[in-house]
């Protein structure tokens, strides 16, 4: 992230209104563009189903089709994530930047390996014909190494690059979905043979971006190695609490939407796909209205704060005088938490303006009860949650990895726990337990962050070094090696 800020700092230091909206615009693109990108393609493709006159069970089952892609895609993603990203840095620390194109074959095999386990579960039991399983195979895969290649290059500072392959893939998708829609005729055809051509013109967009990633990618890293590919493994053992982190973390946001599935209102669509239309659409457009977060949080965090996080462990690592650590921590705690109050007073205004918006419009926008309740209840827990990840991140910054874990497990139990608890009220309690879980993670990561960076010297000087206590995935690693 660091290269984000550099890029803004020099934004930022030529004062000028203009200077200032490419600063905004440039944080869009790199934190939000891949997203909005995404969410524009399945709206615009959604539109042009419904357009057509396709049934409800055609945007059904391609609706759930691509979700159940998405949300599994990024579990996996997640039980990775945060190691590979530790390991990478350290390959960048060491000058051994030949060995990360190996690491992104290693990484890249272990997460196709998973999604094939996946599928074969899910082949075993749906009654989806096997054409259609292998083109669900095909984007689950596709979308796996997507996040891959998303995470190397934004190592590298790749970031304009990431946008446009999202942009170019996109327009191929709804390109090829307009085509299908419009000129093949689909609606002819039984609803599953329908959504196969929807779901196959869609892949080939997502297909589209994966290359145009992978492009990017080679020219990033010219040199490479396809040796040790499963090294990365070690780093299971090592940083066990960051695998806990990323891995608990992606799941407490999806264990709300598993349980309640399965609770009233849900759908069992083609006996393959659980599936909560309400839920699941409010849950969808919640995630929409924290993007400011992550835009504000690479202007804010990235710009000021990372200034003087690096003073302060520059005096740490460089030997400065006790009076210098001082002072410079003094500064860092007071920026971070301007930086903190400022992050959460937007975000909070925003939401609140999207939840006025919501209830002063609702009758204009459609929206009726219980749908309108989970909206803004969600909306709420979308807050909580955005911070929630800012402060995990800000944690692992000060090296606190026991600490961002804790809030995983908080979060995915806390979520988890009280959707069960709450699913008899039915739809008149759907949201409420990912927003009271949400809130919860955010004030025990919120003193957590506090109290730690309080006694920052002490942490920085007495840190030890990390024990490897266990070589299980080392071993596997090597046997992987080996096949």
Same mark, same amino acid.
């Given at each position: 992230?660091?290269?984000?800020?550099?890029?803004?700092?020099?934004?930022?230091?030529?004062?000028?209104?203009?200077?200032?909206?490419?600063?905004?615009?440039?944080?869009?693109?790199?934190?939000?563009?891949?997203?909005?990108?995404?969410?524009?393609?399945?709206?615009?493709?959604?539109?042009?189903?419904?357009?057509?006159?396709?049934?409800?069970?055609?945007?059904?089952?391609?609706?759930?089709?691509?979700?159940?892609?998405?949300?599994?895609?990024?579990?996996?993603?997640?039980?990775?994530?945060?190691?590979?990203?530790?390991?990478?840095?350290?390959?960048?620390?060491?000058?051994?930047?030949?060995?990360?194109?190996?690491?992104? +074959?290693?990484?890249?095999?272990?997460?196709?390996?998973?999604?094939?386990?996946?599928?074969?579960?899910?082949?075993?039991?749906?009654?989806?014909?096997?054409?259609?399983?292998?083109?669900?195979?095909?984007?689950?895969?596709?979308?796996?190494?997507?996040?891959? +290649?998303?995470?190397?290059?934004?190592?590298?500072?790749?970031?304009?690059?990431?946008?446009?392959?999202?942009?170019?893939?996109?327009?191929?998708?709804?390109?090829?979905?307009?085509?299908?829609?419009?000129?093949?005729?689909?609606?002819?055809?039984?609803?599953?043979?329908?959504?196969?051509?929807?779901?196959?013109?869609?892949?080939?967009?997502?297909?589209?971006?994966?290359?145009?990633?992978?492009?990017?990618?080679?020219?990033?890293?010219?040199?490479?190695?396809?040796?040790?590919?499963?090294?990365?493994?070690?780093?299971?053992?090592?940083?066990?609490?960051?695998?806990?982190? $990323?891995?608990?973390? %992606?799941?407490?946001?999806?264990?709300?939407?598993?349980?309640?599935?399965?609770?009233?209102?849900?759908?069992?669509?083609? #006996?393959?796909? !659980?599936?909560?239309?309400?839920?699941?659409?409010?849950?969808?457009?919640?995630?929409?209205?924290?993007?400011?977060?992550?835009?504000?949080?690479?202007?804010?965090?990235?710009?000021?704060?990372?200034? !003087?996080?690096?003073?302060?462990?520059?005096?740490? %690592?460089? #030997?400065?005088?006790?009076?210098?650590?001082?002072?410079?921590?003094?500064?860092?705690?007071?920026?971070?938490?301007?930086?903190?109050?400022?992050?959460?007073?937007?975000?909070?205004?925003?939401?609140?303006?999207?939840?006025?918006?919501?209830?002063?419009?609702?009758?204009?926008?459609?929206?009726?009860?219980?749908?309108?309740?989970?909206?803004?209840?969600?909306?709420?827990?979308?807050?909580?949650?955005?911070?929630?990840?800012?402060?995990?991140?800000?944690?692992?910054?000060?090296?606190?990895?026991?600490?961002?874990?804790?809030?995983?497990?908080?979060?995915?139990?806390? %979520? $988890?726990?009280?959707?069960?608890?709450?699913?008899?009220?039915?739809?008149? $309690?759907?949201?409420?337990?990912?927003?009271?879980?949400?809130?919860?993670?955010?004030?025990?990561?919120?003193?957590?962050?506090?109290?730690?960076?309080?006694?920052?010297?002490?942490?920085?000087?007495?840190?030890?070094?990390?024990?490897?206590?266990? %070589?299980?995935?080392?071993?596997?690693?090597?046997?992987?090696?080996?096949?």
């Amino acid at each position: 992230m660091a290269g984000i800020g550099f890029k803004m700092q020099e934004l930022f230091k030529e004062d000028y209104f203009s200077a200032r909206i490419r600063a905004y615009g440039f944080a869009s693109l790199v934190t939000a563009g891949p997203w909005i990108v995404v969410v524009a393609v399945l709206v615009i493709v959604q539109w042009l189903i419904q357009s057509a006159g396709l049934s409800i069970a055609v945007r059904e089952l391609f609706l759930a089709s691509i979700s159940y892609c998405f949300i599994f895609s990024q579990i996996i993603f997640g039980a990775q994530n945060l190691i590979v990203t530790r390991y990478i840095a350290d390959l960048f620390y060491e000058k051994r930047i030949n060995e990360v194109y190996a690491t992104f +074959l290693g990484a890249s095999k272990t997460a196709v390996g998973a999604a094939v386990v996946l599928w074969v579960i899910f082949v075993c039991i749906s009654p989806l014909p096997f054409v259609y399983k292998l083109v669900l195979l095909i984007l689950f895969a596709v979308m796996n190494l997507i996040w891959i +290649l998303f995470m190397f290059l934004t190592a590298a500072k790749y970031y304009q690059p990431i946008a446009y392959s999202f942009m170019i893939g996109g327009i191929v998708s709804v390109g090829a979905v307009a085509i299908v829609v419009y000129v093949a005729e689909i609606g002819e055809y039984s609803v599953q043979a329908t959504v196969l051509s929807l779901f196959a013109a869609f892949t080939s967009g997502m297909i589209i971006t994966l290359f145009s990633l992978y492009f990017s990618f080679l020219i990033s890293f010219p040199k490479r190695t396809t040796e040790n590919q499963f090294a990365y493994f070690v780093y299971f053992d090592r940083y066990p609490s960051l695998f806990w982190t $990323g891995f608990l973390y %992606n799941i407490g946001v999806w264990v709300c939407n598993w349980i309640i599935w399965f609770g009233e209102g849900s759908s069992y669509i083609e #006996g393959s796909f !659980r599936f909560h239309t309400l839920y699941d659409t409010a849950i969808f457009w919640s995630y929409l209205s924290i993007i400011p977060t992550m835009m504000l949080f690479v202007l804010s965090i990235e710009t000021r704060f990372y200034q !003087r996080y690096r003073t302060f462990y520059g005096y740490i %690592n460089e #030997g400065g005088s006790l009076a210098q650590i001082q002072k410079a921590k003094d500064t860092m705690l007071i920026v971070l938490r301007q930086e903190m109050e400022r992050l959460l007073r937007n975000q909070g205004l925003f939401s609140l303006l999207i939840l006025a918006t919501i209830l002063y419009f609702a009758a204009e926008f459609g929206f009726r009860q219980p749908f309108l309740g989970m909206l803004c209840i969600t909306i709420v827990g979308a807050l909580a949650n955005a911070i929630v990840f800012v402060i995990s991140l800000l944690l692992l910054y000060f090296e606190d990895r026991r600490g961002a874990m804790y809030t995983s497990i908080l979060f995915f139990t806390a %979520n $988890g726990i009280l959707t069960l608890l709450l699913l008899p009220l039915g739809v008149d $309690g759907y949201g409420l337990s990912f927003a009271i879980g949400s809130i919860l993670a955010f004030a025990y990561s919120a003193m957590r962050l506090f109290a730690y960076v309080k006694e920052i010297e002490f942490y920085a000087f007495m840190r030890n070094q990390t024990k490897q206590r266990f %070589n299980f995935f080392q071993r596997v690693g090597s046997m992987l090696e080996r096949l």
